[in-house]
């Protein structure tokens, strides 16, 4: 119906020929010079890959020398220099950070894992412009899981997650401790990944016309067609004052097509997003792969301003849309009018991951180097239970997962949704407690409580215990693991340079939030950490960021 509409519009009117439709029928013009000489250098990026996607993580970073430098990616990809950013409306959810809770009041923690990374990728191109992000842009927990950290690996699919828990000095606090807990995801083989059945959700209107923004996308998915099998199909369809098909199921072998569809594409008009989610979960549905992984990837600045445009209207037609099987990640572009709270919503009740692509490079690490975690899951609604020790613990307080919090009775309610993840994939949490009888408390104790007694003032060297809930891919009954978190075990040293470094960007998140409870610990605490900590590197990740703790100095002073 669309397209038959839009054969009646004249070419003349400019307005039109940027929306949607005309996109299907008359776009005919090609990137501009630049454009394609960003995309060739991508196009011999992903040659020189072709042997790590087919490879496990570990594999692939053996081959790290085979990956263009970070920084050649970068400087391909940056985009133009943003205005100052008092002339945008970007939209994060403000949330009250997690409080001290005393153990012997709320002695149980649980929470939702989460492993989106938009936060880290939107602060570091804010730092990167030279001014500190928005506090409500910055989410501990990702910051923390933005990066790969070389927990040891589970052996089997059946049982996907095995646990590594450190407790150490928090660096922040004389007499605090740190409870470091990593959650490694068993990583599928080549042989076990699944056929993929994914629909391209493409915002083509006017807010997506900048160099960051369309043209970024286009990038992208070519680089995500090269880690895709022949035998994957492929569709698109796109958004702007009205919603259509660019691109019917294609299998990937035939790429070419799926190029050609994407590089017509211009941006213009409104954002009828709610009636491209509608458009793009039917044409999963009627082409769905019943053996396979079927995901829609929307891929926007998250400015929807025609149709269905509520959150909370959004928020329940994709939770209901997830019990088809169909699963929704989104992708954030460009700033401005960047509606992270959306994103965020769509992305938690779709089943699917929230990330953020600035550069290149970024488009590189989530479409090449991570392919398999985002796009296979391992397992779905991980939920996370700490409870502490009276007679050991004090009090606690939980680095993040403010969005993600659950009750307790939550846990082991299976109809309670919770974070799903992919294949390969690390969850890392950390808590931050006071001893029993150790100084440096922030609430007094009280006068009138009893003491602990019995059993858990038997077991002194336990810390707390820590149980896992989930649920495997197809089924609908969660499984139970459990361990106790002993307050002295030995810790190999790998393992403890990577929780120093987790901890190294948790203090440094902590300080562009608000640094409530880091005392006098600074960013040269936190440089030095990291850089103390970065381990091999393989990707240049670690480095980036020991150079936006610099950054973020300089750019502490500047006023908006």
């Known amino acids: 119906m669309e397209q038959n509409m839009a054969r009646t519009i004249s070419l003349g009117r400019t307005a039109m020929v940027l929306s949607i439709t005309m996109a299907l029928v008359n776009c005919t013009s090609g990137p501009s010079e630049e454009e394609i000489a960003a995309e060739q250098v991508a196009r011999n990026q992903v040659e020189a890959e072709q042997l790590q996607v087919t490879a496990t993580k570990r594999e692939r970073k053996i081959m790290a020398d085979a990956v263009m430098p970070l920084s050649l990616v970068s400087a391909v990809s940056e985009p133009m220099p943003a205005p ?43 730092l990167k412009r030279g001014y500190l992000p928005d506090k409500e842009a910055v989410r501990l927990e990702e910051m923390i899981n933005y990066f790969d950290y070389d927990y040891p690996l589970p052996q089997s699919a059946e049982q996907p997650f095995l646990a590594s828990v450190v407790v150490h000095d928090s660096p922040w606090a004389e007499h605090r401790k740190l409870v470091h807990i990593g959650l490694q995801g068993y990583e599928l083989a080549q042989t076990e990944q699944p056929d993929s059945n994914l629909v391209f959700l493409l915002d083509v209107s006017g807010s997506m016309n900048a160099p960051d923004k369309l043209p970024l996308v286009r990038q992208s998915i070519k680089l995500l067609l090269k880690t895709l099998k022949p035998t994957d199909t492929v569709s698109i369809v796109v958004y ?32 009828a997003g709610g009636q491209g989610l509608q458009l793009a979960y039917q044409l999963a549905e009627s082409h769905f792969n019943s053996e396979g992984v079927n995901r829609i990837i929307l891929a926007t600045d998250g400015d929807f301003n025609v149709g269905i445009s509520d ?33 965020q919503a769509l992305a938690q009740n779709g089943n699917g991951i929230a990330a953020y692509i600035d550069t290149l490079a970024e488009a590189q690490k989530i479409f090449v180097e991570e392919a398999t ?32 919090a659950l009750k307790q009775e939550d846990f082991n309610n299976d109809n309670v949704d919770a974070g799903d993840i992919g294949s390969g994939h690390a969850v890392t949490a950390i808590y931050e ?11 007094d104790e009280s006068r ?54 987790a901890t190294a960007v948790a203090g440094f998140g902590q300080l562009l939030k608000d640094g409530k409870y880091t005392g006098s610990w600074s960013m040269d605490d936190a440089f030095e950490l990291a850089l103390k900590n970065k381990g091999q590197d393989f990707y240049g990740y670690r480095s980036e960021f020991t150079q936006l703790i610099r950054q973020a100095k300089t750019a502490e002073k500047a006023e908006f």
């Open 84 to 126: 100052p950013q008092s002339q945008y409306s970007d939209k994060f959810e403000s949330f009250e950070i997690n409080s001290v809770k005393q153990v012997s009041e709320e002695p149980v923690s649980t929470f939702s894992a989460d492993v989106d990374t938009a936060s880290y990728s939107f602060v570091r191109k804010q």
């Open 240 to 271: 702007a004052g009205a919603a259509g098909t660019v691109l019917e199921p294609t299998e990937v072998k035939e790429s070419a097509r799926v190029i050609e569809a994407l590089d017509k594409l211009q941006a213009g008009g409104s954002t």
């Open 311 to 343: 959150r909370e209207q959004l928020k329940d037609y994709v939770e209901r849309k997830r019990e088809s099987g169909v699963y929704l990640s989104v992708i954030g572009f460009g700033r401005g009018n960047y509606n992270d709270a959306l994103m």
């Open 373 to 404: 975690s985002s796009l296979f899951p391992i397992a779905k609604d991980l939920k996370i239970q700490m409870e502490f020790n009276p007679a050991v613990v004090r009090e606690y307080r939980l680095l993040g997962y403010e969005t993600r």
């Open 433 to 443: 407690v006071t001893l029993a009888g150790e100084p440096g408390a922030f609430i």
């Open 448 to 501: 009138y409580a009893g003491k602990a007694e019995g059993t858990t003032a038997r077991l002194s060297d336990e810390l707390g215990f820590l149980k896992i809930r989930y649920k495997l891919p197809e089924q609908e009954t969660s499984r139970l693991q459990e361990q106790p978190v002993l307050l002295h075990s030995h810790t190999d040293s790998t393992l403890l340079q990577e929780v120093n470094f």
